[in-house]
T-cell receptor, first 111, second 112 residues
Framework: AQSVTQLGSHVSVSEGALVLLRCNYSSSVPPYLFWYVQYPNQGLQLLLKYTTGATLVKGINGFEAEFKKSETSFHLTKPSAHMSDAAEYFC?????????FGAGTRLTVKP | DTGVSQNPRHKITKRGQNVTFRCDPI?????LYWYRQTLGQGPEFLTYFQNEAQLEKSRLLSDRFSAERPKGSFSTLEIQRTEQGDSAMYLC??????????FGPGTRLTVT
C-alpha cells in the first residue's frame, strides 16, 4: 500500500524566509499527491495537488510543490513566509480513492 | 457550494455512552469519507461511501463503530459504548468524480 513520510515534525522559519516542508512517498505506481493545511480546531484545506502533467504545481497562498519521481518526493515550498502561514501541513498520497496522510509538519513563523 | 459541515463541533461524553455525529457533504458530491485524527497525527481513513453504498471500511472501524448514508446525501457515524481511546477529532470529507477531497471542520470527541 502507498505511504507518506514527512521529514521533520516541526519546522521554524523567520518571517520572509524560505519555507521548505519535505515529503517522500512510497507507491507501486505513480500516485496522486496532495498538500493540505490545517489551522487549529479546523478541518483540512487543500493547498495543491499533483495528478499528471507538469511536475511543478502551484497552489494557493503562494505555495508550490515539485513532483520528483526519481526521488519519490513532493516537497512543499514558499519563497517568503508570512505569519499567517503558521499551521500544520499534511502531505497525502492517493491511489484508487485510498488516501494516506503523513504525520504532519507543524510550521512556526517567527517575527 | 457551502462546504462540508459537521455537527456537533465538540462532544464530551462519559465512557460507555453512545454518540452520533453528522456530516453534510458538498451538494452533488457522491463520495463521502470519514477519518479519525488523534493529536500529532495525520487523518486515518475509517470508511468511504459512494452514494449510499459503503464501499470500504478500515480495520480501525471496530464493531462499535457504524456509519450510514441512507439517501446518498448526509452521513452519520455512531460510536457505541465509547472508550477513552475513542477520543479524537472525527473528520468528514467529500468529493465528486475528482480525486481531491474537501474536508469539514471536524467533530472533536472527548470521552471522560
Amino acid at each position: 500500500a502507498q505511504s507518506v513520510t514527512q521529514l521533520g515534525s516541526h519546522v521554524s522559519v523567520s518571517e520572509g524566509a524560505l519555507v521548505l516542508l519535505r515529503c517522500n512517498y512510497s507507491s507501486s505506481v505513480p500516485p496522486y499527491l496532495f498538500w493540505y493545511v490545517q489551522y487549529p480546531n479546523q478541518g483540512l484545506q487543500l493547498l495543491l495537488k499533483y495528478t499528471t502533467g507538469a511536475t511543478l504545481v502551484k497552489g494557493i497562498n503562494g505555495f508550490e510543490a515539485e513532483f520528483k519521481k526519481s526521488e519519490t518526493s513532493f516537497h512543499l515550498t514558499k519563497p517568503s513566509a508570512h505569519m499567517s502561514d503558521a499551521a500544520e501541513y499534511f502531505c497525502a498520497v492517493s491511489l484508487n480513492n485510498d488516501m494516506r496522510f503523513g504525520a504532519g509538519t507543524r510550521l512556526t513563523v517567527k517575527p | 457550494d457551502t462546504g462540508v459541515s459537521q455537527n456537533p463541533r465538540h462532544k464530551i461524553t462519559k465512557r460507555g455512552q453512545n454518540v452520533t455525529f453528522r456530516c453534510d457533504p458538498i451538494s452533488e458530491h457522491n463520495r463521502l469519507y470519514w477519518y479519525r485524527q488523534t493529536l500529532g497525527q495525520g487523518p486515518e481513513f475509517l470508511t468511504y461511501f459512494q452514494n449510499e453504498a459503503q464501499l470500504e471500511k478500515s480495520r480501525l472501524l471496530s464493531d462499535r463503530f457504524s456509519a450510514e448514508r441512507p439517501k446518498g446525501s448526509f452521513s452519520t457515524l455512531e460510536i457505541q459504548r465509547t472508550e477513552q481511546g475513542d477520543s479524537a477529532m472525527y473528520l468528514c470529507a467529500s468529493s465528486r468524480l475528482t480525486v481531491e477531497q474537501y474536508f469539514g471542520p471536524g467533530t472533536r470527541l472527548t470521552v471522560t
